[in-house]
């Protein structure tokens, strides 16, 4: 039986784990790199060991270092949880020579599946049909597209998380679109092969839940609906699906047909395509827990991370296939830390204010007041609900997300809240693109309502007011005739807007004429037919708004516009993020519209081009440094006339 367990892994994934192994008695070791020292996760372990520098090649990829820390701690065993090290090999094997029982299936398992190719070598043998494609030799990928056809998909061989894969439409793209994709694969996970494989339009994304043990018994727990994705990364989850029962039924039985072929231990999951006419193909097998496993825990009443504890000792799984039941219907919606309204940019920075909605699931691994850094992925958290049926489901959900409160960062709360109002949505008819196809509509362009610089006003005035020695404090005699306007200037979202305010017996009035009241209570300003959740921090104010930040800054201390461009100009990293590749040299003459440099942020890649034909006469930083957003990256001298700089986001 397992008495201890190290948890190489971090945020909710890590929390998650713990909550079951403290119900199991299990002890629990957290690791944690230097700017996850203040973690959740480490403050729910009972014990926490440093793991290293906040780079995860330095730290939770660090193989060496965990399989230490772990002789060190004494612990029985080691769960990887997912992402990082849980489809590796090397990993799974080092675990064991060490004699650690490494909480996952047999190494045996991990290979065959870990590849993509194999995998669906192994589908097609065993008579599981699979995607057309071609998936062997590197050299002759661009001859192979054209016999394909497109529209056609590049896909990373190994690994996954929506890594490494790419939509071609048409010949041109193609180039392009490979070396984006074997940069991804070689950097994530090691190797830059990757397949391609035919486009199959409106398809449905579904996956069948497995399990295994030692003894040689394989279950399914159902299949998961996870088509609602943006650009290959799944955004909700739903059990059980739309398929007819006979599908699922073959569903299941091909999962369950390939776990007993490869003789599959623990939980793991057969991922599938379905098209328009209910024909169905298999794409890959990942083999570890999956994010998106607490709707099938809800509908089965059932905790996967336990059963993940008892295979690993040996034991045989809880229950048979008759034995398992589905109950209910259950949906899951990713909360990231992310600005729709800027093409999905990732965002890093401080978490003011933290507030989940109550009767529901929320697993993440976030304090109160947090910080967002740029070394991991986005996801911060993730709302499970149950209901009797969708629509009570969709309903539990779409109150939760009314309720979920998150002060001082941008994320993809309203987007949630307005792809759930979606007609499409709420009658069960989209597929895996629904989303890309609806961006505009889904995340249009953000607007400040103007009431929200008053509240912003009337924030600085009230808190200023509580303040005797303010000068704020003083109103009176100002003017001769009276109360005097005060005047405040606030930039938010590059939108500048000055609102006097003037203050009178009756109430406050704007330069509308409006009269207002408002009133400061434990972070929040209350009007009388409004209440909004507020955070001052300095002389910013953070107003929390239909589900999205606004960040007011007094303009005195806020720079708007760029210097003008006279014969250098320097191009500004648009977000945090690391250095991944630099495409130009010195002195190299550039032309418009070029790509320059590559920002790796959050697992996403981020692309600097050229404003302007010129020369590149510095570059600030090389391959593998981190820059923070709005620092110079690269100077280029302009030939020619004066150009306006592009905008970036």
């Known amino acids: 039986m397992i008495k201890s367990v190290l948890i190489a892994n971090r945020g909710e994934i ?17 690791i944690y790199s230097q700017v996850d020292a203040a973690s959740l996760a480490v403050q729910m372990a009972d014990k926490a060991y440093a793991i290293g520098p906040p780079a995860a090649s330095e730290s939770y990829l660090n193989i060496t270092k965990i399989i230490a820390i772990a002789k060190t701690a004494k612990v ?53 049909p699979s995607i057309p494609g071609y998936e062997k030799d590197q050299n002759n990928l661009s001859e192979e597209a054209d016999r394909i056809g497109y529209p056609l998909m590049i896909k990373a061989v190994l690994g996954g998380g929506g890594k490494g894969i790419r939509r071609v439409n048409a010949q041109a793209e193609f180039q392009d679109a490979l070396e984006i994709c074997q940069r991804e694969a070689l950097s994530f996970f090691g190797s830059a092969d990757v397949l391609l494989e035919k486009y199959i339009p409106s398809a449905r994304h579904i996956e069948v839940q497995i399990f295994g043990d030692t003894h040689g018994n394989i279950v399914h727990l159902f299949e998961r609906d996870c088509s609602l994705q943006r650009h290959h990364q799944k955004v909700v989850e739903e059990t059980p699906s739309w398929l007819s029962a006979d599908l699922k039924e073959d569903l299941y039985h091909a999962a369950c047909k390939l776990g007993h072929f490869i003789r599959y231990e623990g939980a793991g999951t057969v991922e599938f395509l379905v098209d328009e006419e209910g024909k169905f193909y298999f794409m890959e097998m990942n083999t570890r827990l999956q994010v998106e496993h607490p709707i099938t825990e809800a509908i089965t009443n059932l905790d996967l991370v336990e059963w993940q504890f008892q295979v690993a000792s040996g034991q045989k799984l809880p229950l048979c296939q008759e034995e ?5 219907y259950a949906l899951e919606l990713r909360l990231y830390a992310e600005d729709p309204h800027c093409h999905f940019k990732p965002v890093t920075g401080r978490i003011w204010s933290y507030q989940t909605p109550e009767n529901v699931r929320i697993d993440s691994g976030l304090h109160p007041i947090d910080t967002i850094t740029p070394y991991y992925d986005s996801l911060l958290a993730k709302l499970i609900v149950k209901g009797e049926n969708r629509l009570k489901a969709l309903q539990k959900a779409h109150f939760a997300l009314n309720t979920w ?42 607007e400040i309502p103007a009431r929200l610089f008053d509240a912003a006003s009337l924030i600085k005035v009230l808190s200023e007011l509580k303040d005797a020695s303010s000068p704020w404090a003083e109103r ?20 500048q807007k000055t609102v006097s305010l003037t203050y009178s017996p009756k109430g406050w009035m704007d330069e509308s004429l409006e009269l207002f009241e408002g009133s400061l ?3 929040t ?29 007094p303009h005195s201390s806020f720079f708007i516009k760029p210097p003008p461009l006279n014969q250098a100009s320097s191009l500004k990293a648009p977000l945090t993020g690391r250095v991944a590749l630099i495409l130009v040299t010195m002195d190299e003459i550039v032309s418009e519209h070029q790509p320059l440099l590559i920002l790796e942020a959050m697992k996403m890649e981020h692309m600097i081009i ?40």
Not at 324 to 328: A, C, E, L, S, V
């Open 14 to 30: 890590a929390c998650r784990i713990i909550r079951t192994a403290r119900c199991l008695g299990i002890q629990t070791v957290a």
């Open 76 to 128: 029985d065993a080691i769960h990887p949880g997912y992402g990082f090290l849980a489809e590796n090999v090397t990993f799974a094997k080092a675990c064991r020579e060490a004699g650690f029982i490494f909480i996952g299936p047999s190494l045996e398992a991990l290979q065959k599946m870990g590849s993509k190719s194999e995998a669906k070598a192994i589908a097609r043998k065993i008579g599981i």
């Open 324 to 328: 398992i039941r589905q109950q209910g």
């Open 405 to 446: 409160k998150i002060l001082g960062l941008k994320t993809n709360l309203l987007f949630l809240k307005n792809l759930l109002e979606e007609k499409s949505i709420l009658n069960n008819h989209f597929d895996r693109e629904y989303i890309d196809r609806h961006l505009e509509k889904l995340a249009p362009q953000k």
């Open 476 to 495: 009176r005699n100002w003017r001769l005739e009276g109360y005097a306007p005060l005047s405040l200037t606030w930039v938010c979202e590059e939108i």
């Open 521 to 523: 209570s434990d972070q």
């Open 525 to 553: 300003l209350s009007f009388p037919d409004l209440i909004l959740p507020y955070w001052k921090r300095g002389e910013v104010i953070s107003l929390f708004y239909q589900g999205e930040n606004y960040n007011f800054t």
């Open 610 to 649: 050229s404003p302007q034909k010129g020369k590149i006469k510095n570059i600030f930083y090389k391959i593998g440094d981190v820059v923070e957003e709005g620092a110079d990256v690269i100077d280029i001298e302009q030939e020619g006339e004066d150009d306006e700089l592009a905008k970036t986001c």
